[in-house]
């Protein structure tokens, strides 16, 4: 079993619509839970961080993350074209020397 | 802005070829990495660095080594490339400081092995 789980996709979705991209992991010690945005061709950025549990809000981003499930989501509001991208969620333990633990990333198309 | 730069983008390597690809950042940072990206298999660490000299294996090591003379470059080489590293390589930088967990990555080298 691979210590963080992602849909692959594709996903695909109208203009204005809500996307809802989600990972679960099975590595309690995960502290730090990013997600990161690759467009083709390109190397990933990052694009929302949280700490611990909670919820982020960005612009039309929302991150969630549920410890106690173990289960960590991006949302997407309004969505436009230009986010059509690989989505990847990614986990660390702390910060520092540390590296980071990548979901396989979901593959979104949003139509216009 | 944070700039990783990687010294091609596409890369036709011989099976037995031994290949080095570089990855140099202009930022300071003391961490650098190096991931390969696969279909289904989301990005998986090879090897990272987080000073000069030093290295630590990541969760895929086999059939790769890398170096570290100096703070802003990082080399991945291939002692003997083999069809099964045909992939896209994909070099990270990030600072060694708490709360810091960003990593800023290049615009990745796609290597075929033939």
């Known amino acids: 079993q691979k210590e963080v789980e992602q849909d692959p996709g594709p996903l695909s979705v109208p203009e204005g619509a809500i996307v809802s991209l989600n990972c679960t992991y099975s590595n309690s010690a995960f502290q730090y839970f990013m997600w990161y945005r690759q467009y083709s061709r390109k190397g990933p950025e990052l694009l929302m961080y949280t700490y611990s549990s909670g919820n982020k809000e960005d612009g039309r981003f929302t991150a969630q993350v549920d410890k106690s499930s173990k289960y960590i989501s991006l949302f997407i509001r309004d969505s436009q074209p230009s986010d059509s991208a690989t989505y990847l969620c990614?986990?660390?333990?702390?910060?520092?020397?540390?590296?980071?633990?990548f979901g396989s990333g979901t593959r979104l198309q949003v139509q216009p | 802005d944070v700039k990783v730069t990687q010294s091609s983008r596409y890369l036709v390597k011989r099976t037995g070829e031994k290949v080095f690809l570089e990855c140099v950042q202009d930022m300071d940072h003391e961490n650098m990495f190096w991931y390969r990206q696969d279909p289904g298999l989301g990005l998986r660490l090879i090897y990272f660095?987080?000073?000069?000299?030093?290295?630590e294996k990541g969760d895929i090591p086999e059939g790769y080594s890398v170096s570290r003379e100096k703070k802003e470059r990082f080399s991945l080489i291939l002692e003997s490339a083999s069809t099964n590293q045909t992939s896209m390589y994909l070099c990270a930088s990030s600072l060694v400081r708490t709360g810091s967990h960003e990593q800023y990555f290049g615009p990745g080298t796609r290597l075929t092995v033939t």
């Open positions: 990614a986990m660390s333990e702390g910060t520092g020397r540390r590296a980071l633990t």
């Open positions: 660095s987080y000073d000069v000299k030093m290295k």
